[in-house]
């Protein structure tokens, strides 16, 4: 077969991108893959890319990077006809700093060579992608498609922290408590108003993550193929239970936390103050104004996995 490579070089310090590039390049050989390959310069470059890619007439697209290029990889996706999309199939060789959806497919940053064999492989799996819809600040109407979730709160903004100091700090876990310890200087809890199974409540969260997959963690439950999000909240609490909360978190163990209310739907309608932090697939997002709906789209997108799952 020959396929659309866009090769994103990933940001993780002490890492050559020549080095990893020549590793991938090998083992796409070593498999008999054929393609043609393009660097994207910057994340506003990734959707160009793939468009570009889809007007040349390429039936499959691989995005060498992490959960960021997937995501913009997916918005390009949804903004053509569905009958284009339909004959397209991405696929993914792990080269971000986050591949949590990746991971989910048993793909890792360490071994590249599981999902190139999966790419040679060629097993296809149709996937439900996440939509925000909503008013941005001039009044606009938008959506934007995710595979992972959309974050709200505390862990939003972050994630937004963490994007900076993950440029001076590699591991995971120290980046994510430094992005903690700096949140604490800002506002921590948020009055929402939500409806979620035509049930509407207000509370003050502290977080709350609306996944189609893993979610970074928060939702560890969700799949993304049985058309349904699953939704973990935390409402107002101690401060000791919020670290408590993000040291379950790091450990994979969210939902054992006492202060957790999980959800499943296929919808979820949110009104949150004005300057609440909001992230997409862990990308920085612009707050929405007033009332905005995040739902799911059943099987829209045709991915590349190594086996089933479920």
Not at 17 to 44: C, F, H, N, P, T
Not at 232 to 242: E, F, G, I, K, Q
């Amino acid at each position: 077969m020959n396929c659309a490579l866009i090769y994103c070089p990933n940001k993780r310090p002490f890492t050559s991108v020549r080095k990893r590039w020549e590793k991938i390049a090998a083992l796409l050989d070593k498999y008999g893959i054929e393609y043609d390959m393009v660097q994207s310069e910057d994340q506003q470059a990734i959707e160009r890319l793939v468009m570009m890619m889809i007007n040349n007439g390429y039936k499959d697209i691989i995005i060498a990077g992490g959960d960021s290029a997937l995501c913009d990889t997916v918005n390009c996706l949804m903004s053509v006809e569905k009958s284009v999309r339909d004959t397209i199939s991405i696929g993914v060789i792990p080269n971000g700093v986050m591949n949590d959806f990746a991971g989910f497919w048993g793909f890792t940053y360490q071994n590249i060579e599981e999902s190139i064999a999966a790419i040679k492989s060629h097993r296809i799996r149709r996937i439900d992608v996440g939509c925000i819809r909503y008013t941005d600040c001039r009044a606009e109407k938008k959506q934007r498609y995710f595979l992972n979730s959309v974050n709200i709160g505390l862990l939003a903004g972050i994630q937004k922290r963490r994007m900076q100091v993950r440029r001076r700090v590699w591991s995971r876990e120290l980046s994510f408590a430094l992005s903690f310890l700096l949140m604490l200087f800002e506002k921590v809890f948020y009055r929402m108003t939500y409806t979620i199974n035509y049930v509407t409540e207000t509370h003050r969260i502290v977080t709350m993550c609306v996944g189609n997959a893993l979610g970074y963690g928060q939702t560890p439950n969700a799949v993304p193929y049985n058309g349904q999000l699953d939704i973990t909240m935390v409402r107002h609490s101690a401060l000791s239970h919020v670290a408590e909360a993000i040291y379950l978190f790091l450990r994979g163990k969210i939902l054992n936390h006492k202060r957790i209310r999980p959800y499943r739907a296929r919808s979820i309608e949110i009104v949150a103050p004005k300057g609440c932090p909001i992230s997409i697939d862990g990308h920085p997002s612009e707050s929405p104004v007033g009332k905005y709906t995040i739902d799911v789209l059943q099987e829209e997108v045709n991915f590349i996995i190594e086996k089933l799952k479920g």
